[in-house]
């Protein structure tokens, strides 16, 4: 099943939602991921990485 990458309109085979402007991001607009927790990761895009706000927010967690 594909899934359309809602940030370049591609459709790829996986995508996550970003946790900052909630839009499902292929691979390649993804920035960076990191485990929250045992079970939660949390997204950025990489139009949220350019945002100050969202980029400290994804460091603190
Ligand atoms: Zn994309
Ligand atoms: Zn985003």
Do not use: H
Not at 18 to 43: P, Q, W
Request: glycine share 2%; aromatic share 6%.
């Amino acid at each position: 099943m594909l899934q359309t990458c809602e940030r370049c309109k591609k459709m790829v085979p996986k995508a996550d939602r970003c946790n900052y402007c909630n839009r499902l991001v292929c691979e390649s607009c993804k920035k960076s991921a990191r485990r929250k927790s045992k079970t939660k990761k949390l997204f950025i895009c990489k139009d949220c990485w350019t945002k100050m706000d969202s980029r400290k927010k994804f460091k603190t967690g």
